[in-house]
Every structure is written in structure tokens, then in C-alpha cells.
């Protein structure tokens, strides 16, 4: 025999139970989230003229080059041309190379292709090649774009085809991560464009 007060219990406890069952029912299934990145402030863009000549350089050229970069010979050798523009708060630094021409014009695109490019097949998910042709600045050359987990996303070379040849090559001292670093890169190639577009050749 069931008691009143043994009633009211239960049916409080039906309650409850219904309730609980009913929010339970109702609970959405957990959704995994997409991976986040930490946010990269960047700077406002401006630029500042290369005049082929520093301290330890001198160079028959000349272009514009990020205010946020340094030009450093450090990890370089400005004996044999080479010199690079660092973005110390970014991690990535545009390694630069400028060579004399001296009838070896296809030697060095073809040494070219192989450091820059032809190491990074491989690791690359596409390589997209833009040909670069500016008649009255005497600049004809290519523009890499490599996607894809590659340690380094932009490379380029131009030449007069007779005295004057540079290439270059945008590394970030970091893992390879195209999802990660894309603002960054596409940050910069607009830079390493820049450069480009600005470059002047000089007579020796």
C-alpha cells in the first residue's frame, strides 16, 4: 500500500526525471571546431629606396624595399652579391642574389631554377609561374608562386639578358604551414612585387 505521501515523492521524482530526459534529448552533438592561428598584426605598407650602395654592398642597381625590412649582409656574402632583407618581427627574411652577366645568362637561370625552385616540387602542391616582361626597363624574368607546405612561397629572377641579373627567395624561419602563414605571404609577395616594379638597373 502506497502512502500519500510516498505519492507526492514519486511523482516529484517522475518530474525530474522527465525534465532531465527531455534536456538531454534536445543537447546538440558537439561540433569540433576549425583550427585557429594566432592573429598577425601587420604593418601599414611604405618603402624605402635601396640605392645599390651600404656599407658592405655596392650594387649596380636600385629599388624600393619595405621601412619595416633591414638590409643585412650578415648571413650573406656581399663578395659574390648576396644580401638579404630581414623582417626580424615576422620571422622571414627575402634572401637576395645579384650576379654579373658574363655570357653565362642561361647557366644562372638554369642554376636558378634548380636551388629555387626545383628542390621545392616536391613539397609543393602547385607551382605557378608568371612571366615578367617591363622592355623600357630592359626586366624580363619569372615570378614563382609555390603552394603549399613549402619552405619558401615566392621566388622570382629578372635580367637585362645582357649585364645584369637577381633572383630572389621569400623563407620564413618557421614550420612550413600554408594555412598559418598565407596573411603573412601574401603580405610580403605584395612587397617582393614592389621590388620589382621599382627595380632600376644601373651602368657599371
Not at 25 to 49: E, M, N, Q, S, T
Request: net charge neutral.
Amino acid at each position: 500500500m502506497i502512502m500519500p505521501g510516498q505519492i507526492k515523492s514519486r511523482i516529484v521524482l517522475f518530474l525530474i526525471l522527465t525534465v532531465v530526459s527531455g534536456l538531454s534529448g534536445c543537447r546538440k552533438a558537439p561540433v569540433p571546431k576549425p583550427r585557429a592561428y594566432f592573429r598577425i598584426d601587420l604593418p601599414a605598407k611604405g618603402y624605402v629606396v635601396f640605392s645599390g650602395m651600404d656599407d658592405s654592398l655596392k650594387l649596380p642597381l636600385k629599388f624600393e624595399y619595405p621601412k619595416y625590412g633591414v638590409i643585412s649582409t650578415n648571413s650573406g656574402n656581399p663578395e659574390q652579391g648576396w644580401f638579404n632583407i630581414e623582417f626580424p618581427g615576422y620571422r622571414a627574411s627575402l634572401h637576395l642574389t645579384y650576379k654579373d652577366v658574363r655570357g653565362d645568362l642561361e647557366e644562372l637561370v638554369e642554376q636558378t631554377y634548380t636551388m629555387n625552385v626545383k628542390n621545392h616540387i616536391t613539397k609543393a602542391d602547385a607551382i605557378n609561374e608568371q612571366v615578367i616582361i617591363d622592355p623600357e626597363k630592359r626586366i624580363f624574368g619569372i615570378f614563382y608562386d609555390l603552394k603549399g607546405n613549402t619552405a619558401t612561397a615566392v621566388q622570382f629572377y629578372v635580367t637585362d639578358s645582357a649585364e645584369h641579373y637577381l633572383r630572389g627567395s621569400l623563407y620564413f624561419e618557421s614550420e612550413p604551414n600554408a594555412d598559418s602563414l598565407a596573411p603573412v605571404i601574401d603580405f610580403f609577395r605584395e612587397d617582393v612585387v614592389h621590388l620589382i616594379e621599382t627595380l632600376e638597373w644601373k651602368r657599371k
